[in-house]
């Protein structure tokens, strides 16, 4: 490779102060442009006008105030939506000094000088070499038969050239949470009253969620034993610019997907970093060790050995149609490779012409008992398109198998359960040490219910200013999130229409505004450098057996990074890319 490249220490240090300067409560400005002449480094600072104070009996303790960003131009605001894998990307002006961030290149490694033409086209035809021959591969989207047989019309994964800075601290701290929210939901999840209460008015305005209450309803009127809990998790959060605060943005318990593809592109992106590493300054020991695969498959296995039927199976709930199909054969793989543990995969709709549940409870799949079921599916409305689909879930859940996630997890899960737990004391509940109950209020977002008169002042708030809200529903899976103008519109009409009961099927949260950086998005063979938001998530894994916890801890994480002016798709849909952190 030719010599092409320049030093990046003393601009990496730059951004580290840059995200130094924005943390503290104190700053607040109109303009700031941070200058590095070197490097060519330039961010326009996302900014604060005033802090309203709001009654923290409704917000939750974790936040005082709801800051919120002003117009510092006379330009329209324009709609954010989430994408759907639930990544959410900002493209709003108001929050942009009178140099946006569409104008200058944002602080980041794309826009470094590290790489220049020759040197970004060399490094392409290396990444996507090693993608082909290490399995970073998905589902070629213009071909209909790839997301249902394998081995057909393979493309590599939408990646980012290179590994996305991001603070180091932040990172820990979101690392440190992860076994407390994994003991969190163990512990909800055994509270069928208050799940029940919780979702009562969400019930009855959202039929999926009525569903799903049902069926909990049933286990446990029928007193189904569930003496083996698995939980494999993923938190998303973001770090708030204005802030400086690594927030919360959902906690995902049902089908927590990347766990192959992601653990692939940390690995990838330390062979870059290696591949110019004396040339551009880049250290891939910056690049933390993702371990969410084998993570994800030990856990498994060790639910799969305490099931304690080694000729058993692990079921694997699917999608009749799945592009991202390679990363859950890759988990089925690494449980095969590693433990012997074999894996069936089937549809709802396939395990209620072909499952039956013995005398004893124990599942069975066309002969063949099954330990474990994952869910890979399952999580929304489009899931369920009839009956069959219901009497699956209700049969798996009425079984002995080890459930990923049970019933209860997957409510612990739900946007509602996220609100409530946000408030003050509801965390005591459940989790008996203070330092725990302190850390993780620390990153909720502000979180307001809809239901009843009480909360009229902030519906009433976020028509006024919908810019600082984002309106969700029970939904997980992406694309369901409102906001923008598009909040005042629903709000208004979900007010005025049957009393404004449905506003019980909404919850409103903070608006989170992540720094805009620039990347190399690598799609479809070709690279284009595209002004980004990056979200973290942390991969998890729980075990538990009656009361002894056999398995609680951190296992790797993901970042999705996605185009800041995009206003709607995923990693699968083709606006954002599969990263790695480069901890600074």
Known sequence: MPNTCICLPAGLA???????????SSFC?????????????????ICLSKTPKFDSGVRGSAMEARREAVLLQNEPPVSERE?????????????????????????????????LEGAVESLVAEALT?????????????????????????????????????????????????????????????????????????????SFTARL???????????????????????????DMPTGDLLQVEFNTISSSFAGLGTLVSQLHSHLTAWIESQSGLLAEKIPENRALNGFAEALALGFKEYGDLSAYVLTVVQQEERNMYDQH????RLYETYGIKTIRKTLAEVDLQAKVLQDGTLVIEEQTIAIVYYRAGYGPSDYPSEAEWRARKLIEQSIAIKCPSISYHLVGTKRIQQELAKPGILERYMRDPVAVSKLRKCFAGLWSLEGDACSSIVDEAIAQPSAFVLKPQRE?????????????????????????????????????????????????????????????????????NSKVILNQHCGYLLRTKASDSNEGGVAAGFAVLDSLYCI
């Open 83 to 115: 994408d759907n894998d639930g990544l959410s990307s900002r493209n709003d002006k108001s929050l942009i000094g009178n140099k946006s961030l569409r104008e200058s290149p944002a602080l980041s490694l794309a826009s470094s000088g590290i790489l």
């Open 477 to 545: 899976g992406g694309g369901n999130n409102v906001y923008g103008d598009e909040i005042r519109e629903k709000l208004t009409k979900l007010k005025e229409t049957d009393g404004g009961d449905g506003l019980a099927a909404y919850i409103l949260m903070q608006r989170i505004f992540p720094v805009v950086h620039n990347s190399y998005f690598v799609r479809g063979g070709k690279c284009h450098i595209r002004q980004a938001i990056s979200e973290l998530g942390i991969f998890s894994a729980y075990l538990r057996k």
């Open 130 to 206: 090693w993608a082909s021959l290490h399995g970073l591969l998905v589902g070629d989207p213009s071909a209909q038969s790839s997301g249902r047989t394998v081995g057909v019309s393979l493309v590599h994964a939408p990646i980012s050239l290179l590994p996305t800075p991001f603070p180091e601290e932040k990172y820990i701290q979101a690392v440190e949470l992860a076994p407390l929210f994994n003991e969190l939901v163990d512990r909800v999840s055994m509270d069928g009253g208050f799940l029940q209460e919780a979702l009562s008015r969400t019930q009855k305005v959202d």
């Open 330 to 333: 890759w988990l089925s793989f």
């Open 29 to 45: 400005c109109r303009h700031t442009v941070v200058d590095r002449a070197d490097l060519d480094w330039k961010i326009s600072c």
């Open 14 to 24: 730059s951004f580290h102060t840059l995200w130094k300067l924005n943390s503290g």
């Open 213 to 239: 209450l049902d069926i909990h309803s049933l286990i446990l009127q029928d007193g189904v034993k569930q003496d083996i809990r698995l939980g494999l998790h993923r938190s998303d959060y973001m770090v």
